[in-house]
Nanobody, 121 residues
């Protein structure tokens, strides 16, 4: 089992920045991919960014490219999402995810409980 705990969500104005953190614990040795997803009210959950733990390859949604950066501190077993130039459309619950395979929605096996990001105009 893998446990994921997010933190860092807040309410900020448009144009601001936030850094989300996700502390992973448990049996993480088999985790192949970690990711951030988000879900806005009335919308489907979407992947924002992902990082493959062995290769270091990173993937970003088109809507956040150039504004968000995903990173991982292996020593601390912590995943980060640095978000800048935030816009009201970025308002959502942000979830940390881990997978032993791919970071597609249907492949994710472990989820955090989420941290809320609210961007005001």
């Amino acid at each position: 089992q893998v446990q994921l705990v997010e933190s860092g969500g807040d309410s900020v104005q448009a144009g601001g920045s936030l850094r989300l953190s996700c502390a992973a614990s448990g049996y993480t040795v088999n985790v192949a991919c970690m990711a951030w997803f988000r879900q806005a009210p009335g919308k489907e959950r979407e992947r924002v960014a992902a990082i493959y733990t062995r290769s270091g390859a990173k993937l970003y949604a088109d809507s956040v490219k150039g504004r968000f950066t995903i990173s991982r501190d292996n020593a601390k077993n912590t995943l980060y999402l640095q978000m800048s130039s935030l816009q009201p459309d970025d308002t959502a619950m942000y979830y940390c995810a881990a997978s032993v395979r791919y970071c597609n929605l249907n492949d994710v096996g472990y989820w955090g409980k989420g941290t809320l990001v609210t961007i005001s105009s």
